[in-house]
Nanobody, 126 residues
């Protein structure tokens, strides 16, 4: 079983930035994918970004392309999500996710991830 420690959420104004961090304990496999999903009130969970651990390939939801950047430090078992130029529609609970299955390209589908963190709140409002 994996353990997640998510941090970095908060309340910011439109145009500002946040960096989310997620330490994933027990994720010792060299394969698999990690990433971030989000869920706004009354909406379904959606994939934001993901990263394959081996191929270092990334995937982004269209609305965050050019604004969000995912990265990871395997030595620290940590995945980051740098979020710039935040918009009110980015307001949601953000979840760190992980899965050990080997994939050449990471997927932004909830079913592709067996492990989920507890979530951290991001609020963007003026």
């Amino acid at each position: 079983q994996l353990q997640f420690v998510e941090s970095g959420g908060g309340l910011v104004q439109p145009g500002e930035s946040l960096r989310l961090s997620c330490i994933v304990s027990g994720f010792t496999s060299d394969t698999g994918t990690i990433g971030w999903f989000r869920q706004a009130p009354g909406k379904e969970r959606e994939g934001v970004s993901c990263l394959s651990r081996t191929a270092d390939r990334t995937n982004y939801e269209d609305s965050v392309k050019g604004r969000f950047t995912i990265s990871r430090d395997n030595a620290k078992n940590t995945v980051y999500l740098q979020m710039n130029n935040l918009k009110p529609e980015d307001t949601a609970t953000y979840y760190c996710v992980a899965d050990r299955r080997l994939r050449s390209v990471c997927l932004l589908q909830p079913a592709a991830y067996a492990y989920w963190g507890q979530g951290t709140q991001v609020s963007v409002s003026s």
